[in-house]
């Protein structure tokens, strides 16, 4: 595994955070040295191609962002403890990053764990609760193989737990009891616009204040509440992912 130099070297596993299999380069950056792991490797054309599906339902794949540099976390809009805190600080990101000159350079991605049920209605639903979402920010699904084989290559572990009955909480959307929970490692890629992965944050951010949508927060746990208000001292931050883009984009 990789060492990470500001978060921890191995994340928190989530009930919603690790090893990561790309390896840090020799010499990172000094301006880069308090913020997290710089890997260098190239994507295949295999996970470049690999075809997703975003909210309104057309495919996508990261061969389409060639030239511009993405910044790729994973989630599942059911997540009741760190997934809402990665997605609100990506979000945020891009909408600072927006008032730039490098806006039409980034694309923001949040790929799902959960592609059984995070479809594309789903996923559209869950853009709408970050009004108003940045316009080159998108939410991805895609088949359980197609997801599987993304997260595998990255090195993002997931495993699927049942949740007993009487004590599931409910779809926020829907309003259906829940019968499982994937834990998950909680990353952020940054891959530049040659298609090279760059860079590497693990574990969950510290959310801008008042980030998070209201319907999510309310749907959160005890622990949810807990991160979000009182995130440990490891946690990157959205000046930190900045910091990271400009870096790869300038």
């Known amino acids: ?3 990470t130099i500001l978060v921890t070297a191995a994340a928190v596993l989530t009930g919603c955070g690790t090893a990561h299999l790309s390896s840090p380069t020799a010499a990172p950056p000094p301006s880069m040295e308090q913020i997290g792991t710089p890997v260098d490797q190239a994507l295949p054309s295999a996970i470049l191609e690999l075809p997703l599906t975003d909210a309104s339902g057309k495919t996508v794949r990261l061969a389409d962002f060639a030239g511009r ?8 809009t059911l997540c009741q403890e760190t997934c809402p805190m990665d997605t609100a600080t990506l979000v ?6 927006d008032a730039t000159a490098d806006r039409d350079r980034v694309v923001y991605l949040s790929v799902t764990v959960d592609p059984v049920r995070d479809t594309p209605v789903q996923l559209a639903a869950y853009k709408k609760l970050f009004t108003p979402p940045p316009a080159n920010w998108k939410t991805l699904t895609g088949s359980p193989a197609v997801v599987d084989r993304l997260w595998t290559f990255l090195g993002v572990w997931r495993q699927r737990n049942p949740i007993g009955p ?18 998950h490692s909680d990353e952020v890629f940054f891959i530049d616009a040659h298609g090279h992965e760059r860079f590497l944050l693990e574990g969950p951010p510290a959310a801008p204040k008042g980030s998070i949508p209201p319907a999510i927060y309310r749907f959160m746990s005890d622990t949810g509440h807990k991160n979000a208000t009182s995130p440990p001292t490891s946690a990157w931050t959205e000046a930190q992912a900045r910091k990271v883009l400009g870096s790869l984009v300038g």
């Open 1 to 3: 595994m990789p060492t």
């Open 69 to 76: 540099t993405v910044m790729l976390s994973d989630n599942m």
């Open 92 to 97: 945020q990101t891009a909408r600072d990053e």
């Open 166 to 183: 009487g004590a599931s909480p409910k779809n926020w959307r829907t309003g259906q009891p829940l019968t499982y929970d994937i834990a």
